[in-house]
């Protein structure tokens, strides 16, 4: 028989100091006693969107002014095919409270992975922590130019997501580079991530590791605990399926778009770009030719955001 399929529209609700809002399911209902974000399944004939709006009018009793795409997540439960449309919803009327008597609470973002959540709910976990930008750093060899740079991007651009990529350096000046960095992007909240062997985490206390494509080609299995960032550098759907199998908890997609450095370079566009997202169930950053200016377009087409090294590796002006 074939499975149903179900469509469901969900809000990461987040309050101005960053906590998120989420619920407890009835006992009796599907998935019980577990936490939910908000929200429910699509009427014939309306969009997530719209969907939204009412299941948090319902569930809440809030009025939504504002909502932005966070992911979609395609999930097989044994009875059933859903979609859960995620939105992050960060404007709102009234104050959120459990309007068909559900328990609700504020939660940090670093807190969620301590609640039971339905099984389909990882990525969406995983997107709520991540910023819409991914910053990667360039190769330059002076240390002094190199955390000015990194420097003004995490103070003006809110960088809060840092991968260190920095082949030309030996180990002993990677390690250095690796702890300079560190302590930096520690003094701004933001995460760091060493496109590195995985066993450089033993060496410096980095939030993670950012797998080369080739490198995740090789893995048979996730090479970190899941307690530190696992990132993947992807290029196409065989890619995309071992960074899944392996459970990495986001990947870039690229090249995206032509840059100035590979003018002529085959690139994905928009279009397939969307499509490999869609199948992807983790979030993705588009990579190749984008900026700061891309993420709203990117999030429009189910991506996480933008990653990018040249965008965010300006001078002070
Ligand atoms: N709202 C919500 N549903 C989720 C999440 N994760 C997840 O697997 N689901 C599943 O998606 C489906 C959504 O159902 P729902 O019970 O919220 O639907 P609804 O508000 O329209 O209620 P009703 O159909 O019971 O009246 C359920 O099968 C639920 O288990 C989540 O984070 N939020
Ligand atoms: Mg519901």
């Known amino acids: 028989m074939m499975k149903r399929r179900v469509h469901v529209a969900a809000a990461a609700v987040i309050r101005e100091d960053g906590r998120v809002l989420i619920a407890r399911r009835p006992a009796t209902a599907d998935q019980g006693g577990l936490w939910e974000f908000p929200g429910g399944k699509l009427a014939p004939y309306e969009t997530g969107f719209e969907a939204l709006k009412r299941e948090l009018s319902e569930e809440l009793g809030i009025q939504i002014r504002r909502a932005q795409p966070l992911i979609r997540v395609h ?35 670093d807190d969620l992975p301590n609640y039971p959540f339905p099984a389909a709910n990882l990525p969406i976990l995983r997107a709520v922590a991540l910023p ?122 690229s090249p995206l778009a032509p840059t100035p450095s590979h003018p002529d370079a085959i690139t994905i566009g928009w279009h397939d770009f969307q499509q490999m997202v869609e199948t992807a169930a983790m979030p993705v950053f588009a990579l190749g030719g984008m900026t700061r200016h891309h993420a709203n377009q990117a999030r429009g087409v189910g991506a996480q955001g933008i990653a990018s090294i040249r965008d965010f590796w300006r001078d002070d002006r």
Not at 80 to 90: A, C, E, G
Not at 172 to 195: D, H, I, V
């Open 75 to 109: 999930h097989e439960y044994p009875d059933k095919h859903i979609l859960l449309d995620v939105w992050q919803v960060r404007e709102y009327e009234g104050e959120p409270y459990g309007r068909e008597g559900q328990p609700v609470r504020w939660v940090g973002v």
């Open 132 to 253: 819409q930008e991914y910053l990667i750093t360039a190769e330059e060899p002076d240390e002094t130019v190199f955390l000015k740079r990194l420097e003004r991007a995490l103070r003006e651009d809110s960088i809060r997501l840092v991968q260190l990529r920095a082949k030309t350096l030996d180990d002993a000046a990677y390690q250095a580079r690796a702890e300079s960095t560190l302590a930096l992007c520690r003094r701004y909240g933001a995460k760091l991530l060493l496109n590195a062997d995985p066993a450089w985490l033993e060496r410096v206390d980095a939030d993670g590791i950012h797998l080369t494509s080739a490198r995740l080609m090789t893995l048979k299995q996730r090479p970190i605990p899941a307690n530190k960032w696992l990132g993947a550098s992807t290029h196409g759907d065989e890619q995309l399926a071992q960074a899944g199998h392996i459970d990495c908890d986001f990947v870039t997609l």
